[in-house]
């Protein structure tokens, strides 16, 4: 099983970053995925997570309104659209299928 983010790095407040999670090595189709950030010395969040399908769709109250999470089947592959960042919004940010197996972390830093 591998799980490999992408697309993290340092933007402006008010400006947006996609990340990307490219998975194999499990049935991916039939995973729901989630995407989760994590601040040193706090615990793990989860901030978004989509069904199998992708008919279901759940967001973070901190995040709701700003963040978008999509998958592509076809391509084994999870998104997160990140619009209007914040600050706050800085974390490493991880995919993980079902909560059970998780990519290495990209980072995403939100400062001017």
């Known amino acids: 099983v591998q799980l490999v983010e992408s697309g993290g790095g340092l933007v402006q407040p008010g400006g947006s970053l996609r990340l990307s999670c490219v998975a194999s090595?499990?049935?991916?189709?039939?995973?729901?995925m989630s995407w989760s950030r994590q601040v040193p010395g706090e615990e793990r969040e989860l901030v978004a997570a989509?069904?199998?399908?992708?008919?279901?769709?759940n967001y973070a109250d901190s995040v709701k309104g700003r963040f978008i999470i999509s998958r592509d089947n076809a391509k084994n592959t999870v998104y997160l659209q990140m619009n209007s960042l914040k600050p706050e919004d800085t974390a490493v940010y991880y995919c993980?299928?079902?909560?059970?197996?998780w990519g290495q972390g990209t980072q995403v830093t939100v400062s001017s």
């Open positions: 993980s299928a079902r909560r059970v197996y």
């Open positions: 090595g499990f049935p991916f189709s039939s995973y729901a």
């Open positions: 989509i069904s199998s399908a992708g008919g279901s769709r």
